[in-house]
């Protein structure tokens, strides 16, 4: 019999055996890589902007050209042509010249800054009059300000965003290497589960939880394939338990609530592999097991399927994030007061769940407290608060750390 | 010439002409509705649980049989009986009778509450002998307890996560009226863009709003599909746009930064529907059209990848999440403190970049200000803040209201 670990102690069970396990990369095209975590540094090949570029529609110019002119004495100056969009253009800029750049353009070799074109008037003799000075540099974009060659843009670990997506787009990556989706594996067991498909007959009830850590691993960008229910029968889960240990990253078992099917996950768990821990004291979520087999993390969560996903969320996500190369900041979280005092939770860690609310503008955290419900749980609460074993419970309106589901 | 609107103004035009539009509804099975917007409020079709349960490991007995009873003076009950989990007991307990019942398993007619099994004794004589009194529905739950037949569990326009499959599955759902995908078209124009796949030449810029549009549609669910570059040509646009209005919900168009190209799409849409403004004043994204042909939503977005990012998230991102049916809840917000003060931007609506980060275990958001900068920006923002026209700057250390990507 194994003790029951802390959740800090089965944090770092799990960090130690599993912590540099790393799902391998593959190269995708940059339209298919949203979502998927980057896996090396992203550093830029080339200056950004290529070349000195007009932030306005105007008059490329000598900046020294420009000073004190004003509306009562312009400066005038020959201009030498008009640059088009996308082309780079032919002439340089003199003394005393200007060109035409629109937004966007490419400032003629000579020129260091741009006069708007408001501030400027076409005196039809082959001139520009300009109203205004400009400064060196100003309303210009210089090769390099943006991004120079060299520099570390994204780093490896990044979820890929439309922003992250957009930033590669400009420095031309049209593919990028990313972690591989974790491979994962789901059982639920139990004689008394039925397939939400079929109707449940006296005390049978329904496998809620492979449709509950299937949904979550989908969010989370693992690739999840679901066995469905494994009647708690040795040979039948050893043998699955084997065919998802030879085939995937990770395996989740569920149990079902009765005690022979914690039982059998265990046995299996420990015929096959070694057993890490078996118990955490966390409420809800006593009865977790984390094993390793031929080095792959198989886990068997409680059968309760709001217990189950919070230890999920606590003990799971954090290693599929890992694994999968993601960086932790991919857990969101929330400072919120909480609207109504969570009391002492008696020398246990305890996970409450809690519903963001709104009150005059302002976000508050809501225990949901309902007798054993689960679906009246599940359907109102956006996250959890972790009660450490040593709080003495939580005041209404102390700030807690929601962690969103 | 049009006037250029306040962005409440464009919100509200925005919202009065496309406000009703719905993408039809779909059945899909729950496996695959990860992420979907629900179509219908979902109803308890029957009581849950559907039997009274027992929520330990133990005797199920009549509560006022063990009223009293202590280590020292034991109640001594009948064992009649053991139910299997997944199985309807076939016998009732009568006064002075107890069945073993295991956590989850279905109570026995006459059966009001559970001992727990460490606080009895078998003397193997067929009694048993209880040494905690129960009160009346201690460790049961009971028919309905957690949802009731006929009760609102989740709401239309709900985002479905995992927990909320959790419940569906638990009510026996085996499939899901969800919202169709929104179906949307974008296009880049611009004679200056070339693809990322193509090394530019000279001026030349690499087209990057169409990867980062296309990238914030997948993340909001829509069925997005990328026209590519089209080139600054009215014919050639034109039948662009008549192609995509044909085929999609919505258009979605990002000018180059050329004069000419933003007369391109607005001349396009000028002449195949409806142009109901052109321009808001905000920074950036001034020259953003929106028009409506042959009844849908078409945009006219900036040329510049970070000012279309944002006139994307504050005018597009609403009207989308409406269509696809969702809550507006779905768009996540944080309050947070500054770290730098933000200066006034002098009576114009201003969108200002913010990267969030960690001080001490609390959350800041810290103003990213870079010289034109496009990839320093969208590689190191996680949000932006909106400063109203009528602020006169943020004070460091003020709280903020922060749009997340």
Redesign the interface.
Known sequence: MLTVKTSSEAEKIIADTFGEIRTGTEEVT??S???RILAVDIV?TED????N?S?V?GYAVKAADTFGCSDSIPAILDFVGE?L????PKFEIGKDQCAYV?????LPQGADAMVMLEFSEDYGDGTRALLKPSAPGQHV?FVG???KRGAE??KAGTC???????????????SVSVYKKLKVAVIST????V???E??V????????S??????L??LGCDCT?FGIVKDELPLLESKVKEAVDNFDMLIVSG?????VKDATFKVYDKLGEVLFHGIAIKPGKPTICASIEGKPCFGLP?H?LAA?YIFNLFVKPLILTMSGASKEMVLK??LPVTLSIPSNHGREECVGVRIIDRDG??YAEPVY???????T??A?DGFVRIGRDVEGIGGGEEVEVEL?
């Open positions: 940059l339209a890589s949203v979502g830029a950004v902007p290529g070349f570029r932030t529609d640059v969009m996308g082309e780079s629109p937004t966007g353009g490419e974009t300000d943006d991004v843009v994204l890929l965003a439309a922003r992250h997506i957009g930033a590669l787009a400009a420095m031309g990556y049209s139990g004689d008394e589960l397939d939400v498909t109707s449940p006296g005390a049978q009830v329904r496998d809620i939880n449709y509950e850590i299937c949904a979550a989908e969010k679901s079902g609530s009765s005690v022979g059968g399927p996903f929330k400072r302002r976000e309902t007798k054993s419900g689960l679906i009246s599940l359907s609460i589901f």
